[in-house]
C-alpha cells in the first residue's frame, strides 16, 4: 500500500503555535523531509517527537523529490516541514506535493501557521478578497514591473520582505501605487513582534529611523 504525504505547518515564530495534529503526525512519520534539518530539529526536541529527518531544500529538489516519492511508494509515512509556516508557501513543497499526486500517493494537510494569514487577519484590512504576491523580485526593474501590474488591482495585498529590501520596495511602492494605507507586521509571534500601521511615506519614515531587523509581512 502507498504512504502518504503529510504537509505539515509548523509555528512562525512562537514554538507553541502549533497542533496537537501536527505533533502526532510528526511523531507517527517514518521520516520528516525538512527544509533545514537542524532549525527542525529545535522543534522536535522541544515536543519529543523521534524521527528521523532528511533535508529537502531548493538546491536538492530534484534528487530529494525522487528519492522522497520512492519511499512514499514503498508504504512510508513522510511528513513535509519548512522553517517556518506552511510548507510550499514561498517555501519548499510544490514539486513534492505536485509529484506525490501524480504518483497516486494521498496527499494530508496538517493545517497550522501561515505569515501572510497572520498578518492580514490583524492588518484592519478587507479579508473579503486578497492577493498575495509572495516575495517581490529582488532586481529593481522587475519589481517595479510586478507593482505596475498591481496598479489597478482593488483587493488587498500580501508580500513577504525581507530587512534589507523593505526600503527600496516601500519606495517603489509609494511612486508606483501612492501612499497608500499599509501595516506591516514584523516578527510576529515572537519577541519583538510590532505591526506598524500608517501610510507608505508614512512606513519609510518610521522604518528609516533604525535598522530594519527579522522577517516582514506587508499588507496594502
Ligand atoms: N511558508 C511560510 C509561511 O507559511 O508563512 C513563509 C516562508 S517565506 C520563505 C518567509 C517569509 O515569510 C519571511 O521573509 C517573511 O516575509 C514572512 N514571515 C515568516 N515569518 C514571519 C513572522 N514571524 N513575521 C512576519 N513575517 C514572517
Keep these: 500500500m502507498a504512504g502518504k504525504l503529510f504537509v505539515v505547518a509548523t509555528p512562525i515564530g512562537n514554538l507553541k503555535d502549533i497542533t496537537f495534529r501536527a505533533i502526532e503526525t510528526l511523531k507517527a512519520s517514518d521520516l520528516i523531509a525538512a527544509e533545514d534539518t537542524r532549525q527542525t530539529k529545535i522543534l522536535l526536541d522541544n515536543y519529543g517527537v523521534n524521527v528521523p529527518c532528511t533535508s529537502y531544500h531548493k538546491f536538492n529538489l530534484a534528487q530529494k523529490t525522487r528519492s522522497i516519492i520512492s519511499q512514499l511508494t514503498q508504504g512510508k509515512a513522510v511528513s ?26 494521498e496527499v494530508v494537510p496538517i493545517p497550522g501557521a501561515s505569515a501572510a494569514l497572520t498578518a492580514l487577519s490583524v492588518s484592519g484590512f478587507s479579508t473579503k ?49 501612492g501612499d497608500r494605507k499599509l501595516c506591516i507586521a514584523r516578527e510576529l509571534t515572537k519577541k519583538f513582534e510590532e505591526i506598524f500601521r500608517g501610510t507608505v511615506k508614512e512606513a519609510i519614515f518610521h522604518f528609516s529611523s533604525k535598522e530594519v531587523l527579522g522577517e516582514l509581512t506587508i499588507v496594502l
Excluded at 513535509?80 to 505536485?98: M, W
Excluded at 526593474?141 to 516601500?170: A, G, I, M, N
Design 129 to 177: 478578497r486578497f492577493v498575495f504576491e509572495g516575495f517581490l523580485p529582488h532586481e529593481g526593474k522587475r519589481r517595479r514591473r510586478v507593482l505596475r501590474k498591481l496598479v489597478e488591482e482593488d483587493r488587498t495585498l500580501v508580500f513577504y520582505e525581507s530587512p534589507h529590501r523593505l526600503l527600496r520596495s516601500l519606495d517603489d511602492m509609494l511612486s508606483i501605487l
Design 80 to 105: 513535509l516541514v519548512s522553517d517556518a509556516g506552511t510548507p510550499g508557501i514561498s517555501d519548499p513543497g510544490e514539486e513534492l506535493i505536485k509529484q506525490a499526486i501524480e504518483s497516486g500517493i
